[in-house]
């Protein structure tokens, strides 16, 4: 399956508006990975990898899903903070 975001597509002056990182992040999908492997295993393998800002990390899908929640998270924590005008200038 390969790449997700394709980064090397990214328009670069709206990812300059985006944030330095938003142009670097995308995931690898480990193509290597069986059907079996996945269902069979406890401990679940690495399903891809995840890059951004240069760095490359190998993820568990697991950790997919501990990511997700974690920045679904942070996104209501800021908008929550931005809507009771919390936000400093």
């Known amino acids: 399956m390969g790449r997700v975001n ?3 597509a990214y328009d ?3 990812s ?3 944030g330095k990182l938003y142009n670097t992040i995308d995931f690898n999908v480990n193509d290597k ?3 079996d492997l996945f269902a069979k295993v406890p401990e679940k393998p690495i ?3 995840l890059e951004i800002g ?3 990390f190998k993820v568990t899908y697991q950790e997919l899903d501990a990511m ?3 920045l679904n998270e942070a996104k209501r924590a800021v908008e929550s903070k931005n809507r009771l ?3 400093t200038n």
């Open 47 to 49: 399903v891809g990898e």
């Open 12 to 14: 670069k002056k709206r």
């Open 16 to 18: 300059q508006r985006m």
């Open 54 to 56: 240069g760095k490359s």
């Open 6 to 8: 394709n980064a090397f």
């Open 33 to 35: 990975i069986s059907a």
């Open 85 to 87: 005008s919390l936000m």
């Open 68 to 70: 997700m929640s974690t």
